[in-house]
Antibody
Framework: EVQLLESGGGLVQPGGSLRLSCAASGFTFSSYAMSWVRQAPGKGLEWVSAISGSGGSTYYADSVKGRFTISRDNSKNTLYLQMNSLRAEDTAVYYC??????????????WGQGTTVTVSS | DIQMTQSPSSLSASVGDRVTITCQASQDISNYLNWYQQKPGKAPKLLIYDASNLETGVPSRFSGSGSGTDFTFTISSLQPEDIATYYCQQYDNLPPVLYTFGQGTKLEIK
């Protein structure tokens, strides 16, 4: 069964850091790009970052550029999101999602259950 | 950046009704558009990719059409389990890759 399982969410103070992980199973992880998508409480979906299957290409939304870093370890079938300089507006449920192709484009056909990040003092 | 205007923001319909949601892009995006369903407390689910392709396992009452700037998502006969919020999503086919979601349409049963 194709599955994504996020972890690493929690409560952090403004200006702090957090690292999210997404463990993948049931498919050839390195053959697909991956994305992080977030959803603030009561709000819509916002794409955060994407990475190609090899990890050689990364992309970011303007709202997180320079503060967040996406990476992947294909030997461990795991996707990461390092979040630094966190702000209250980063509070959201963070989903990892599998893309349909190796390049970071196209639809997102498998989603994790989400992990909650709360930025508050 | 490309802006996506999705309408309506909410919709109430009866079981068996035909339901239509539209999404308009601020510039030509060819067919680089997907549709997702999100039920309360759950992760989004891909229903339609590349404007008109039905994702595997998705019931055939769901369909999508359009290209360029104007896109339509249709449920041919609304079922109770279709209660959800629906999102369109535009994507870039070439680097730098960016994705933009529509504002969402909350669908309720009358």
């Amino acid at each position: 069964e194709v599955q994504l399982l996020e972890s690493g969410g929690g409560l952090v103070q403004p200006g702090g850091s957090l690292r999210l992980s997404c463990a993948a199973s049931g498919f050839t992880f390195s053959s697909y790009a991956m994305s992080w998508v977030r959803q603030a409480p009561g709000k819509g979906l916002e794409w955060v970052s994407a990475i190609s299957g090899s990890g050689g290409s990364t992309y970011y939304a303007d709202s997180v550029k320079g503060r967040f870093t996406i990476s992947r370890d294909n030997s461990k079938n795991t996707l990461y999101l390092q979040m630094n300089s966190l702000r209250a507006e980063d509070t959201a449920v963070y989903y990892c999602a599998k893309q349909m192709v190796v390049a970071a484009t196209g639809g997102m056909d498998v989603w994790g259950q989400g992990t909650t990040v709360t930025v508050s003092s | 950046d490309i802006q996506m205007t999705q309408s309506p923001s909410s919709l109430s319909a009866s079981v068996g009704d035909r339901v239509t949601i539209t999404c308009q892009a601020s510039q030509d995006i060819s067919n680089y558009l997907n549709w997702y369903q999100q039920k309360p407390g759950k992760a989004p689910k891909l229903l339609i990719y590349d404007a008109s392709n039905l994702e595997t396992g998705v019931p055939s009452r769901f369909s999508g059409s359009g290209s360029g700037t104007d896109f339509t998502f249709t449920i041919s006969s609304l079922q109770p389990e279709d209660i959800a919020t629906y999102y369109c999503q535009q994507y870039d086919n070439l680097p730098p890759v960016l994705y933009t979601f529509g504002q969402g349409t909350k669908l309720e049963i009358k």
